[in-house]
């Protein structure tokens, strides 16, 4: 692997060709030989297509799923592997794309597939629990990650990836590779409203473990996500004073925020405390007058 894009149209000898989803073995095979696992474990092997290609490599494989009774909600994959592995990557089902518990397998919808959640929010919630649970899993200094892609239905675009990596610390996340998906059933229809291309790619996202203990790393991502709300606070205080001309009363600022983000004063009663801070702390602004406050 020389690149950070991968295209098999070929999906090889592994796993089932039935199993909708299926990930081609040769982009496992091109990730193994790239990082060198010693020890593997998909906790959504799906057909089992990785552990085929990571046996026929000689890795130690662990293959665990929903329909084989291994919950990713529920329970620990170490203590199910009963070891630490170099490498934990799931291939996940993301949302309602593709419907697995009731259709692809058993007779009946099972509450925690990620493929039956009841919305995008829902599953990017579960997908950080599992997500955290594959850390556990990997040995410091190991690779820990999941193969995902975004979705458009209803004029509403999806980006899973993104929400995956916003949910993990960033000093983590070692890479995102762009896997290119061939001979989807979408590709056989036509939407006359369709603007945009069709979404043909995936992305690998990979992330580092390090040394740190589990209530450290979910610290970190208490943090950086603090650190995006107070970013947000920033940006609508900015939008706010380029739409007054630069320079405003503190009054008509509030007006002017609470007639834009009504949604947001609602999950904060001390939002005019929050626009008071920016103002005085950002750096961005400076008040010669009482009351008043100018861009710098």
Not at 63 to 87: M, P, Q, W, Y
Not at 248 to 273: F, G, M, S
Request: one cysteine or more.
């Amino acid at each position: 692997m020389t690149g950070s894009i991968l295209s098999f149209p070929e999906r090889g000898p592994w796993g089932s060709s039935s199993w909708r989803g299926n990930c081609s073995g040769h982009v496992y095979r091109a990730l193994f030989q790239s990082i060198k696992p010693a020890s593997f474990c998909d906790p959504m092997s799906g057909s089992g297509t990785a552990i085929q290609v990571a046996e026929m490599m000689g890795i130690e494989a662990f293959g665990l799923d929903l329909h084989s009774g291994f919950n990713i909600l529920r329970d620990s994959i170490v203590k199910k592997i009963d070891k630490e592995v170099d490498l934990v990557l799931s291939h996940c089902p993301y949302s309602g794309m593709v419907l697995y518990s009731g259709q692809q397998w058993g007779s009946e919808p099972h509450p925690d597939d990620l493929s039956r959640c009841h919305d995008d929010n829902d599953f990017c919630e579960k997908m950080q629990i599992a997500m955290i649970n594959q850390r556990e899993a990997t040995k410091i200094g190991g690779y820990y990650g999941t193969i995902v892609g975004d979705w458009r239905r209803g004029g509403v675009y999806s980006s899973y990836q993104a929400e995956i990596i916003s949910r993990l610390p960033k000093d983590e996340l070692a890479g995102v590779l762009i896997k290119a998906q061939h001979n989807m059933q979408s590709n056989a229809k036509s939407y006359k409203a369709m603007k945009l291309p069709f979404i043909t790619h995936e992305y690998i996202l990979i992330f580092k473990r390090k040394k740190c203990t589990t209530m450290q790393f979910l610290q970190a991502i208490a943090i950086e996500q603090a650190q995006r709300l107070r970013g947000t606070w920033r940006s609508i205080v900015r939008h706010v004073m380029i739409q007054l001309g630069g320079q405003a009363k503190l009054e008509v600022v509030y007006q002017t925020i609470q007639e834009n983000a009504p949604d947001k004063l609602q999950r904060n009663p001390h939002w005019k405390d929050k626009i008071r801070q920016v103002l005085n702390s950002s750096g961005d602004y400076f008040s010669e007058e009482r009351g008043v406050w100018k861009l710098a």
